[in-house]
Structures are given as C-alpha cells and as structure tokens.
C-alpha cells in the first residue's frame, strides 16, 4: 500500500492500527527485503532471465518463419 501511494495514516486507518505501528511494520519491511536481496544469487536470477528471453526470440523467429 505504502509503495502505492497510501499515506502512513490512510494505511493506519485502514488496518485499525496505530501509525507507530505502521512506521514499524515498514521498517521491518526494509529489513527483510534488504536480506533477501543479500541472499538472492544474482547470476542464478540473471541466468534465468537470460534463458526466458532467449526462448521468446527463438519463438519469435519461429513464428515469423512460418507466415
């Protein structure tokens, strides 16, 4: 919601929650995605990216072949 756009006292009325507790939630937040960028494996991530992309073209040209 945060990352939408929401306001801390929009997201706070929303759930029935204190803004303390929201500003707490989103600094929690920042942890975990900060850890789990750290622990990702970026050349797994990258390698797979790569492997979809080249599959789309290889299709792309396919297709185009075939009309």
């Not at 803004?19 to 797994?44: I, S, T, Y």
Request: without cysteine; neutral net charge.
């Amino acid at each position: 919601m945060f990352e939408g756009g929401a306001k801390v006292n929009e997201i706070a009325q929303y759930f029935g929650i204190s803004r303390r507790m929201v500003f707490l939630d989103l600094n929690v937040a920042k942890q975990l995605h900060k850890e789990a960028v750290q622990e990702a494996d970026q050349g797994e991530i990258l390698g797979g990216e790569i492997a979809y992309w080249r599959r789309v073209v290889r299709l792309a040209l396919r297709d185009y072949q075939l009309v």
